[in-house]
């Protein structure tokens, strides 16, 4: 195994780390990016910053070398506040129990029991997408319901990442409910909830 590293001069606070290539011979390891380290480093006496070293997994065929390169990604730890994921996204709808009929009959989502429904001075329910939730909100919407864009992609919309983009095109049509695809031509569809939200989802 071979591991080239900058002079110990590019190392200094005064000059920038690119990458640390380590480069390995015959070794056959599958493609995959992680985080690997820390890296402290003082550039004044007020603030400490660090760099995340994130590794990078390349995976070539059998004759040729295999290769991992470690780049830096700069973090100040001042402002790092420690984003894990997204929790939830907040719906506005004007009937909670028609809302229900679309998200929970039609769809298929479940409702969050944990989440509590009477400690807000509004109804609502909390609808499990796969680890993340839809909190569905009786409240008075400030969009218009008319004249959104035809194709929810050009408006601001939740995107649900599914399995099957054509049985849910099944499940749409046999509802009367219209959608459009996506116009990338990704297994995509855009389509809106009985109070116009878009919802776009997306074939993983």
């Given amino acids: 195994m071979a591991v080239h590293l900058p002079s110990s001069s590019t190392l200094l606070p005064s000059t920038k ?24 480093v003082n550039r ?36 790092d506040f420690g984003v894990v994921n997204l929790h ?19 769809l298929g989502l479940k409702i969050n029991e944990a989440r509590p429904h009477d400690k807000l001075p509004y109804r609502g329910a909390w609808l499990w997408v796969g ?28 995107c649900i990442a599914i399995r099957d983009v054509s049985k849910l095109k099944t499940i749409l049509d046999k509802a009367g409910i219209p959608y ?12 809106r909830d009985p109070d116009t939200n878009a919802l776009e989802f997306t074939q993983i």
């Fill in 131 to 158: 680890s993340e939730m839809i909190h569905l909100m009786e409240l008075p919407n400030p969009d218009p319901p008319t004249g959104r864009p035809e194709h929810g992609g050009r408006d601001r919309h939740t």
């Fill in 88 to 106: 939830h996204v907040g719906i506005l709808c004007e009937n909670l129990e028609r809302s229900l009929d679309f998200y929970q009959n039609l």
């Fill in 180 to 191: 459009t695809l996506s116009r990338s031509g990704r297994p995509a569809l855009f389509t």
């Fill in 17 to 40: 780390l690119n990458h640390v290539s380590i480069c390995a011979v015959g070794v056959n390891i599958p493609a995959r990016k992680n985080i690997i380290g820390k890296v402290p």
């Fill in 44 to 79: 004044n006496r007020n603030a400490h910053r660090h760099f995340v070293l994130t590794k990078a997994k390349t995976s070539l065929e059998a004759d040729l070398h295999e290769k991992d390169s470690v780049t830096t990604e700069y973090v100040d730890d001042e402002n």
